[in-house]
């Protein structure tokens, strides 16, 4: 009987260890979940953040349309000196603008050189549209 007694106390002791081990793992997979959904987070904010400013440097580079929107080559973004102080990554930067439809332009990836010549269009927002 005492052998019986002792060997439930190991396995307790075991069982405890393991419900031990195991929440302590989780915690720590939640915590790197949270991390990485607040990383995801900030990223996104960081994205809409250079999308406005892209915008912005759309407006001042750019030639306006009757339609309220702004047109400007690939070239003169890329060789502006503001917009390479602003931007660490310019093409990065317009297929976010292309994804959320902020802007348009032809093809998937600009280069130097040669696409300076692609028109990258600015469509009117919103409250731009309606204000015309």
């Not at 047109?71 to 602003?86: Q, S």
């Not at 439809?101 to 990836?109: I, S, W």
């Given at each position: 009987m005492g052998d019986r007694m002792a060997s439930k106390r190991v396995l307790k002791r075991q069982a405890t260890h393991t419900l031990l081990l195991t929440t302590c793992l989780l915690q720590k997979y939640l915590s790197q979940l949270l991390n990485s959904r607040c990383v995801l987070q900030l990223q996104a904010m960081n994205v809409e953040e250079e999308v406005g400013r892209l915008k912005e440097e759309i407006q001042r580079l750019g030639q306006a349309q009757s339609d309220g929107s702004y047109?400007?080559?690939?070239?003169?973004?890329?060789?502006?000196?503001?917009?390479?102080?602003?931007f660490e990554a310019l093409v990065g930067t317009l297929r976010a603008a292309k994804k959320r439809?902020?802007?348009?332009?032809?093809?998937?990836?600009l280069l130097q050189g040669v696409h300076d010549n692609v028109e990258i269009i600015l469509l009117p927002s919103a409250g731009t549209t309606a204000a015309a």
């Open positions: 047109k400007v080559t690939f070239g003169v973004l890329f060789n502006d000196d503001r917009c390479a102080n602003i439809k902020v802007v348009t332009y032809d093809g998937e990836l």
